[in-house]
């Protein structure tokens, strides 16, 4: 690719880009026009002149002007989507977009469905229950967009959506990684294994764990089908499509500007560290993400993908959310290190993470976990340990007594004081 002045064709068109839609927004939008006044883009290193833009701040936003608050670029008429986010926070953001913002939604879902291997001729099973939130939508349109067939599951409990599977014969599902394990489970719990045998993909996202190695070998297992990978955010769009040949994700930076942040100091990581994924969606005008906080923590690598892909290659894919990382005794835990560990040393059902503080003031980690075999549990113990350099308490119990889980996972309970585990911290602006 050729350059001018160092700079490649295809970062000369990702300025261009920025730049049109910077201007766009700081002339047309309430929220956004006084954050973007003055700021001038010379070269993408002026990026970080631009605010950051927190969850917090739009659901701060919506609350001072419902129902949508003032992220709108256009005129109320000019939106004809709306939909919702799953409320991480403990409160929902809703989220409308234009005709020509959608299109680009689902397109980024084509994309995502695509680097899968779905193509036309594919059934793609939608096994999530819809309702008001754009993920599961997009993933509609995305099918469509990616030639295949959607065949939507919302409404249906797991039996009746292993029934719908014998009778579409889906070659591909998309769902969470906790749900494709419980579906898998209940399938062999009601001897519908069949239903699963037309699948030949199972597409995960919405949560961590399809780039954990353990998590990924047990679906695969399980639905005798490759599993893959992808990230999304309804308030940026599709960022990260599965890399088929080595696991992980790729991110969109033809569609996105990605940056890696210390969330504390909110400079740059440096190569293999730890930082939160900051997002600039460059074709989504109506209700822009201008140098979004995801939350979300991935680690920085130099290396480019083994196969070529494009796009920085995450090869552990989304580590876990910067506010689930927990300290413990000095050390910084992520509650899906726990659970890789926990899938590789046995065969485990349910599971339950739980942090709290003993009468001495130390801080502990219990871990409750349906174990095959009760005896596992001195050997995970012993594994926790050295791999995370941590006493971790692991009590095995009877299966069922742990709720189960299927859509977004809820296993971690964090009995400390507030102060131990509090919101994200401030990015310096």
Request: with cysteine.
């Amino acid at each position: 690719m050729g350059t001018e002045n160092g700079t490649t064709a295809h970062e000369q068109l990702r300025l261009a880009r920025l730049r049109e839609l910077v201007a766009l927004v700081a002339e047309r939008n309430p929220f956004q026009a006084a954050r973007l006044a003055g700021v001038r883009l010379a070269s993408m290193d002026d990026l970080r002149r631009l605010p950051l833009t927190s969850k917090e701040e739009l659901l701060a936003d919506q609350a001072a002007h419902p129902p949508h608050g003032t992220n709108l670029t256009y005129a109320p008429d000019r939106y004809t989507h709306v939909h919702q986010t799953s409320g991480t926070l403990g409160a929902t953001l809703w989220i409308p977009d234009t005709a020509e913002d959608w299109a680009w939604m689902c397109a980024g879902l084509g994309a995502v469905l695509r680097a899968a291997g779905v193509g036309p001729g594919d059934r793609v099973a939608l096994a999530y229950s819809f309702g008001p939130y754009l993920a599961f939508w997009a993933a509609y349109g995305g099918t469509q967009a990616a030639g295949a067939m959607a065949v939507p599951l919302g409404g249906m409990d797991s039996v009746q959506r292993l029934q719908a599977f014998e009778e579409y014969r889906p070659t591909v599902a998309m769902c969470t990684p906790t749900y494709a394990v419980h579906l898998a489970r209940t399938a062999r719990s009601m001897r519908l294994e069949g239903a699963l045998a037309s699948v030949r993909r199972v597409i995960c996202g919405g949560e961590p764990g399809a780039s954990l190695p353990a998590v990924r070998a047990e679906i695969e297992a399980a639905w005798d089908a490759r599993c893959f990978d992808q990230y999304g955010l309804s308030e940026s769009g599709p960022c990260g499509i599965p890399c088929a040949e080595h696991g992980g994700i790729h991110l969109r930076e033809d569609e996105f500007v990605c940056e890696i942040l210390d969330p504390s100091s909110g400079e740059a990581v440096a190569e293999g560290e730890l930082g939160e994924l900051v997002v600039t969606a460059l074709g989504r005008t109506g209700y822009p993400a201008i140098r979004y906080r995801t939350g979300d923590s991935v680690r920085a690598h130099g290396e480019p993908c083994p196969a070529g892909h494009p796009g920085r290659w995450l090869s552990e894919g989304i580590l876990g959310r910067i506010d689930d990382m927990v300290v413990i005794r000095g050390m910084n835990v992520f509650p899906t290190a726990i659970e890789q560990l926990l899938r590789d040393s046995a065969a485990i059902g349910e599971f339950r993470i739980t942090f709290y503080r003993d009468p001495a003031a130390m801080d502990e980690v219990k871990v409750e976990v349906e174990l095959a075999r009760p005896l596992d549990a001195r050997a995970i113990q012993a594994r926790m340990r050295h791999k995370l350099g941590l006493r971790v308490r692991i009590v095995p119990v009877q299966a069922g007594v742990l709720p189960v889980q299927q859509g977004k996972a809820r296993r971690v309970h964090d009995l400390r004081r507030p102060a131990t585990a509090g919101p994200l911290p401030a990015l310096a602006r």
